[in-house]
């Protein structure tokens, strides 16, 4: 048999035969996982770790070059910092440029400088995480930064969170207050639910205490100095995050010759978010779906640029700092939180539709209804959460049930109301005793007290 040889680049399963009949080669353990777990020697040590990296908000460029102004103390770090240490589920939750990024990644370095941190890509699968981190024998923290990005199937579900504490691996996440509200609202068998009832939360401030500006104050980077004299009603991270800039050129590109159609791509993200749809969304769904946006405005009569100018004007980085549209993953993308919080006008019905129609599963559709019901929008709510009910989703008909109660339906809110209760939902349980008391008729009475007695007997001691 001849001599070969195999050099040069990185080789998998080589064979070398005289003659092959049949072979069959499994891939290995390791390529068999996620790319980003293939390879924890490569996992950033926390001392040697960037914040930018962490996902923390650019500020203005200072007068050295520095990409980021030096960290002011907050008054919630040492409770953060304790928590942290004491293991399981960190979430610090706040407004956008509240600075939970930068909170907690100064926190994280403080308490574990001497671990990794694995901070798997939004999107990524976490099942088998737990599995690689204990194979790697590595001490590390998980950072799962805008922790509504990992709480669906295959992300950070109540069973992969069990494995990490099991492990005394960490995990610290942060989250916006609106996601926060929309989560904790959702059924309480849901993903989202069930994880954050686990976590230890800490809230974070957007306007900084009087002992947060006296330590800004004393600090002699010309952005916090600045940033202190006229945050005004923004807070100081907010105004040097640039989001208030960001969000008044958004509102004036939808002039004439200015750029309507990247100001209707970017309302497209704005409002896909608002309406609790997961993102990041792919550049496909905002072209297919900004035309209703820029149609509104004025259409053609405004002169809108081409749709790749639209993209490249969208997510130009401003000031140094980011873009209306932030790239998440390969052609998919995130409105810029700052005007997410900051958008006030009311999400159209066309939007809340399309919403609907591209949520994959109830999973996705439950937060589309809630956030639908706060927007005080009960046909999409009703339509939002109807399949799910009819499916026999307890959280879905005890939910869409107190709407129609409310529509004066009652004899279909009874229903529902009975089937949750039926299937150990004791929200329903309750909202049905008050239901029948409501009726006033013969014998509801009595078999709301029961209910009642039930809901008592079912609560701890």
Not at 275 to 303: F, I, K, N, T, W
Not at 436 to 456: N, P, S, V, Y
Request: glycine fraction near 10%.
């Amino acid at each position: 048999m001849g001599k070969n040889r195999v050099d040069g680049g990185r080789q998998g399963s080589v064979v070398q035969a005289e003659s092959i009949q049949q072979v069959t080669i499994a891939p290995s353990a390791d390529e068999q996982l996620p790319r980003y777990l293939r390879t924890p020697d490569r996992w950033p040590c926390i001392a040697d770790w960037d914040a930018l990296t962490a996902g923390a908000h650019r500020a203005r460029p200072g007068e050295d070059g520095s990409k980021l102004p030096p960290y002011v103390a907050r008054d919630v770090d040492g409770e953060l910092r304790g928590r942290i240490a004491q293991g399981g589920l960190v979430v610090v939750v706040g407004d956008s440029t509240a600075g939970k990024t930068r909170a907690s990644y100064e926190a994280v370095r403080a308490v574990f400088p001497e671990r990794r941190v694995l901070a798997p890509p939004a999107g990524e699968s976490l099942e088998q995480a737990p599995d690689a981190v204990a194979r790697a024998e590595l001490s590390c923290v998980v950072w799962l930064d805008d922790l509504e990005r990992y709480l669906g199937p295959k992300g950070l579900e109540p069973e992969v969170l069990d494995e990490f504490v099991g492990l005394g691996v960490p995990v610290v996440a942060t989250m916006r207050l609106k996601p926060f509200e929309t989560f904790g609202a959702e059924r309480e068998d849901g993903i989202g639910a069930r994880v954050l009832r686990c976590a230890e939360i800490v809230d974070l401030n957007r306007l900084w205490s009087e002992d947060e500006l006296s330590r800004a104050g004393k600090c002699d980077d010309s952005r916090i100095v600045n940033a202190v004299a006229h945050h005004g009603a923004y807070g100081v991270a907010e105004y040097m995050a640039a989001g208030p800039v960001l969000l008044r050129e958004w509102r004036h590109a939808w002039w004439a010759h200015g750029h309507p159609r990247g100001a209707a791509l970017v309302s497209t993200a704005v409002d896909l978010t608002r309406s609790g749809l997961r993102g990041p969304y792919s550049r496909a769904m905002l072209a297919e779906l900004h035309g209703g946006y820029l149609d509104a405005a004025g259409g053609q009569a405004l002169r809108p640029e081409s749709l790749e100018e639209a993209f490249a004007w969208a997510s130009r980085v401003r000031l140094g700092v980011t873009s209306l549209l932030v790239p998440v993953e390969e052609e998919r993308w995130a409105a810029f939180d700052y005007l997410v919080d900051g958008t006030e006008a009311a999400v159209p019905d066309w939007l809340w539709d399309a919403a609907l129609g591209k949520a994959a599963d109830a999973d996705g559709r439950f937060p589309i209804g809630v956030n639908a019901y706060r927007a005080n929008k009960p046909h999409i709510t009703e339509a939002a959460w109807r399949p799910l009910a009819d499916d026999g989703d307890a959280a879905a008909s005890n939910n869409l049930a107190v709407l129609l109660a409310a529509d004066g339906r009652t004899e279909e809110a009874e229903q529902l109301y009975r089937h949750a209760h039926t299937n150990g939902n004791l929200k329903a349980t309750y909202n049905l005793a008050i239901l029948l008391i409501l009726l006033e008729e013969d014998g509801r009475t009595e078999e709301a007290a029961a209910l009642r007695r039930q809901i008592a007997d079912s609560e701890p001691d």
